[in-house]
């Protein structure tokens, strides 16, 4: 199994370090990741600045750019292969619920199942690192099996997309994985506004909102519990079940007879 590594806390970040050192001893893995922190850049490509890539003392090679910069670049010229499997993190916190949108650790897997590669994104749910050599245990033995049971896309057909989020516990107290469908959380906190020393105002962008939906089912419910929590994820944004009712407001969106223009 070869496996393109990446992640958006940066390539000198502990999470993805255990995790290529889990990864490894199961398939050959190439670190491609962000030089510095890129969290919370979702799916962005850089396409006014040049990128450029550096190997570093510990063999990973990192670019002046975003997660999915790092994937793209990867997939479409640097490797001299095809991987069998994108794999992004490990996180330094969770990626549940809406996080999943601005997310870069999702953003570098997802920019892998665009290129049609099977891809796994990968976050402890603390920010604390406490426990990370249990994480990268437990997402190596989750790629292994899933490897296993799931023969990597081939050409033409649809790959796979999943976001996992890892308790920060002891091995043997994580409990099993369970699938389950993304929670919400309510609306972000306020932005955060100081003046700079010129008298200028700037602002932070406030904290995350509190979990607005972590009924059963649930990432959110599931991690609480001490599992393994395992979303698949699509790309389509279609919202499928409304485009009839749509499709009913047409004529009156745009009449079929239009007065003569001028």
């Known amino acids: 199994m070869k496996i393109l590594l990446c992640n958006d806390d940066g390539y000198l970040a502990p999470g993805i370090v255990a995790l290529h050192e ?30 450029y ?35 992004s993190g490990i996180n330094n916190g969770a990626n549940m619920g809406d996080d999943t949108l601005y997310s870069g ?30 994480a990268a245990r437990a997402a190596a033995l989750l790629v292994q099996q899933l490897h296993a049971q799931q023969p990597a896309a081939a050409p033409g057909q649809a790959p796979w997309l999943l976001n996992v989020n890892i308790p920060n516990r002891p091995f043997a ?37 509190g979990v607005a939906d972590g009924a059963e089912g649930t990432d959110f419910h599931a991690t609480a519990q001490g599992h393994i929590a395992i ?17 009913s407001r047409t004529a009156t969106l745009w009449p079929s007879t239009q007065a003569p223009i001028g």
């Not at 290129?115 to 050599?133: C, E, N, T, Y």
């Not at 994985?177 to 972000?188: M, N």
């Not at 979303?231 to 499709?247: A, F, G, I, K, N």
């Open 105 to 134: 650790t999702v953003g570098a897997a997802m920019e892998g199942y665009l290129f049609g590669i099977p891809a796994i994104a990968f976050s402890l749910v603390d920010k604390d690192w406490q426990h990370l050599d249990s």
């Open 173 to 209: 107290h994580i409990q099993p994985p369970r699938w389950c469908r993304l929670g919400r959380r309510h609306a972000a906190e306020r932005v955060i506004a100081q003046t700079n020393p010129r008298g200028e105002t700037m602002y932070w962008i406030g904290a995350s909102g």
């Open 53 to 87: 890539v550096n190997r570093s003392h510990t063999g990973f090679r990192y670019i002046n750019g975003t997660p999915a910069d790092c994937v793209h670049i990867a997939l479409t010229g640097l490797l001299d292969y095809r991987p069998d499997l994108v794999v």
């Open 22 to 51: 889990a990864l490894q001893h199961i398939a050959e893995v190439d670190v491609v990741a962000p030089e510095h922190n890129n969290s919370a850049k979702s799916n962005a490509l850089t396409i006014h600045s040049p990128l």
């Open 231 to 247: 979303t698949p994820l699509r790309v389509d944004l279609t919202s499928h079940e409304t485009l009839e009712h749509w499709r």
